[in-house]
């Protein structure tokens, strides 16, 4: 079981016939993700022979009539995600998968707007992705890195999604669903919209959520921490980061004493959640 990414999924990509994204949808397919097509405006007709003869579109609308689509992951340059976005949600995308980064907020706020009056789920953008071991994956998180269980994994930060899954995995703890939330101050859907849908996933019991100092993402979510049954737990990187110095994502900015690893720790705690130190640490608060 996994939340977003199921067996029923149909994706698209947008932006298959470019560099980067041929090789990522290589990449997802040989992962055993359905791909249905790839979107490239001027490109409709082409046809993908490398991947089974995969259908090319103009727009994504068509691969929805056509194919079936459901789902999308976009490896577009980021001045055009916006519109990308909008075209997916108004095509009725079921699920949207942002991995562009320095996508300017406001576009951020437009597409995160329109998605959600849609019924869309989008997921960055400055995403990982999203991985269901032993189903699929959407993204660029890779795939040998995690196995299949039954905890729930959110992460800002792609590498250190994996790095921890490793832990996870060689303790026992396989994952059901990995979400990269993206590293921005605003993403489509938020840390606690994402708890909640671990907690009502009948097939995940516990769920890791690898944040970070900075921003606010992980003090709004102790309100849906305190709601839930199932166990979560944190571990926020950068806690040895020196004061004053600029690093890590745009949303890692500190303002007073919010966004202190102290100001999020305490919070989270009283709010039933553990907190790690450690990555290593992650499973104690687990088993």
Same mark, same amino acid.
């Given at each position: ?7 029923e999924t149909r994706a698209?990509?947008? $932006?298959?016939? !470019?560099? =980067?994204? %041929?090789?990522? +949808? ?5 992962? *055993?993700?359905?791909?249905?097509? #790839? ?109 299949? $269980?039954?905890? !729930?994994? =959110?992460? %800002?930060?792609? +590498? ?5 899954? *490793?832990?996870?995995?060689?303790? #026992? ?115």
């Amino acid at each position: 079981m996994s939340i977003l990414l199921t067996k029923e999924t149909r994706a698209v990509v947008q $932006g298959a016939t !470019g560099r =980067i994204g %041929r090789k990522q +949808t290589e990449w997802m397919l040989e992962y *055993g993700t359905k791909i249905v097509a #790839g979107v490239t405006p001027g490109h409709g007709g082409e046809v993908l022979k490398e991947f089974g003869d995969l259908p090319v579109y103009d727009c994504v609308a068509d691969a929805v009539t056509e194919r079936q689509a459901n789902a999308t992951v976009l490896f577009v340059p980021a001045p055009l995600l916006r519109n990308a976005v909008l075209e997916s949600a108004a095509a009725g995308m079921n699920l949207i998968v942002a991995v562009p980064e320095h996508v300017p907020v406001h576009d951020t706020l437009q597409m995160r707007c329109f998605a959600r009056e849609r019924g869309t789920t989008l997921i960055g953008p400055n995403s990982a992705g999203l991985i269901s071991p032993g189903i699929g994956k959407l993204g660029i998180l890779p795939g040998n890195m995690f196995t299949a $269980g039954r905890v !729930g994994l =959110i992460s %800002r930060s792609g +590498t250190l999604a994996y790095e921890v899954a *490793g832990y996870l995995g060689e303790k #026992g703890c396989g994952q059901s669903t990995v979400v990269g939330l993206g590293g921005d101050p605003v993403t489509g859907t938020s840390l606690s919209e994402l708890l909640e849908m671990f907690e009502e996933d009948p097939e995940t019991d516990a769920v890791v959520v690898v944040g970070e100092i900075g921003g606010t993402a992980e003090v709004g979510a102790a309100k849906q921490v305190a709601r839930m049954k199932k166990r979560v737990v944190f571990f926020m990187a950068g806690r040895s980061a020196p004061a004053g110095r600029t690093l890590g994502h745009a949303g890692a900015i500190i303002r007073g004493q919010t966004g202190t690893i102290e100001y999020k720790t305490r919070c989270l705690e009283e709010a039933g959640a553990g907190v790690a130190s450690s990555i290593d640490t992650i499973c104690d608060f687990l088993l």
